[in-house]
Antibody, heavy 121, light 108 residues
Framework: EVQLLESGGGLVQPGGSLRLSCAASGFTFSNYAMNWVRQAPGEGLEWVSG????????YYADSVKGRFTISRDNSKNTLFMQMNSLRADDTAVYYCAKVLSGWYVVPLDYWGQGTLVTVSS | EIVLTQSPGTLSLSPGERATLSCRASQSVSGSFLAWYQQKPGQAPRLLFHGASNRATGIPDRFSGSGSGTDFTLTISRLEPEDFAVYYCQQCGSSPYTFGQGTKLDIK
């Protein structure tokens, strides 16, 4: 059974940093691209970032480019998101999600339950 | 960046009725790489379709997806109580892999 478990969310001040983690199990992690998708309170889904299975290619939404860095440790089956220079509009539930097919970055067939990031003073 | 516009914003229907949801792209989605998701309150999204019309595992056949280029449609032939949720489209052809703003399907 595929499981994705996010951690690392919390309250952070504007301008601060946070590192999210996503522990994966139930599939061959290194064979699949992984993504972060966020959802602000009461709002829709926003794709944030993706990374290929090997980690050699990364992709970002314009809203986070230069501030967020996606990475992965295939030896530990874990996905990361380093978030710097956080702003109030980064407040959201952050989901970790797995690609359907190993050939692509999206679409996303398995999702974690999300971790809440709140940026506020 | 490809912008996806979903319509209507809210659709109010009764169980047993047919639902038609639209997703229009600001430019052609390459290879018809368009996905649909369903999200219920307090839950993570669930993949319904990929490649515009390929049903994901476990999705009932009352759901169908169609379209190409810039115009895509999700149809639910006969609504069941569990179908009332928010539906999102996502273009999967080129980064950034944007989502539409969602259509809320609620009970009339």
């Amino acid at each position: 059974e595929v499981q994705l478990l996010e951690s690392g969310g919390g309250l952070v001040q504007p301008g601060g940093s946070l590192r999210l983690s996503c522990a994966a199990s139930g599939f061959t992690f290194s064979n699949y691209a992984m993504n972060w998708v966020r959802q602000a309170p009461g709002e829709g889904l926003e794709w944030v970032s993706g990374i290929t299975g090997s980690g050699d290619k990364t992709y970002y939404a314009d809203s986070v480019k230069g501030r967020f860095t996606i990475s992965r440790d295939n030896s530990k089956n874990t996905l990361f998101m380093q978030m710097n220079s956080l702003r109030a509009d980064d407040t959201a539930v952050y989901y970790c999600a797995k690609v359907l097919s190993g050939w692509y970055v999206v679409p996303l067939d398995y999702w974690g339950q999300g971790t809440l990031v709140t940026v506020s003073s | 960046e490809i912008v996806l516009t979903q319509s209507p914003g809210t659709l109010s229907l009764s169980p047993g009725e047919r639902a038609t949801l639209s997703c229009r792209a600001s430019q052609s989605v390459s290879g018809s790489f368009l996905a649909w998701y369903q999200q219920k309150p307090g839950q993570a999204p669930r993949l319904l379709f990929h490649g515009a019309s390929n049903r994901a595992t476990g999705i009932p056949d009352r759901f169908s997806g169609s379209g190409s280029g810039t115009d895509f449609t999700l149809t639910i032939s006969r609504l069941e109580p569990e179908d009332f949720a928010v539906y999102y489209c996502q273009q999967c052809g080129s980064s950034p892999y944007t989502f539409g703003q969602g259509t809320k399907l609620d009970i009339k």
